[in-house]
Structures are given as C-alpha cells and as structure tokens.
C-alpha cells in the first residue's frame, strides 16, 4: 500500500522549465524503484527516467532516462522525505503530457510492471 502523488505541472512555454514533485506516502520493498513515466492521448506510456535503489543495482543502471528527455531532464531524490523530483529544461511541445510518478520492486523500461502510481500531473508546453 503506497500512495503516490505528483505536482509542478503547469503551461509553460517552449524553451522554459518545470519541476516535478512526487511525494510517496511511505517507502517499502516495493519502492526501490522509482520512476517517471509520461502519457499522451493515442500513444503508449513510456518512461522519462528511473532511479534504483536496489543494493545490487549497478552503478551503471542507478539512473536512466527515456532517449527523448536525454540531456535536458534530471532525476533526484530525497529519501529521508519519500520525494522524487523531475527537473525538466528546455522543454518542447513534444514533452506536452501526463506525467506520472510510479513505484516497483525493481526498475523496468515497460510501465505494466510497475505497481505503485499516482494520479499525474499534466505538462503543456505551447510555442
């Protein structure tokens, strides 16, 4: 049982920067990983970036982005406060979504294995 809940969406415009919250309400087994995944009418979930926290995770797969956020989106985390952050920057109308936060035992790039959501918070980006 963890609730999941996102903030910081907004409208912003293209070139400008938001910065996602996501607040869990407790972090258990099924919490080591954390991700960003975001959604747009007619298209398939996919994911933005993951942090695990797995002890055996390799330092290499601790952190991962979608290619599409690659080098303008940052993941972090505050732990001890049960938050998950998204600092996006230069942001296009391509990035105009729902973002959601999730949770899971382990990280994956398919959203179906993810057990934990929150309800989103929506990313409009207008030019």
């Known amino acids: 049982q963890v609730d999941l809940v996102e903030s910081g969406g907004g409208r912003v415009q293209a070139g400008g920067s938001l910065r996602l919250t996501c607040t869990s309400s407790?972090?258990?087994?099924?919490?080591?990983?954390m991700a960003w995944f975001r959604q747009s009418p007619g298209k398939e979930r996919e994911l933005v970036a993951w942090?695990?926290?797995?002890?055996?995770?390799?330092?290499?797969?601790?952190?991962r982005y979608g290619k599409s956020v690659k080098g303008r989106f940052t993941v972090s985390q505050d732990r001890a406060k049960t938050t998950l952050y998204l600092q996006m920057n230069n942001l296009k109308p391509e990035d105009s979504d729902i973002y959601y936060c999730?949770?899971?035992?382990?990280?994956?790039?398919?959203?179906?294995?993810?057990?934990?959501w929150g309800p989103g918070t929506q990313v409009t980006v207008y030019s």
């Open positions: 999730a949770a899971n035992s382990a990280c994956y790039f398919d959203p179906k294995f993810y057990v934990a």
């Open positions: 407790e972090y258990t087994a099924n919490s080591d990983c």
């Open positions: 942090i695990d926290n797995d002890v055996g995770t390799l330092d290499s797969n601790r952190i």
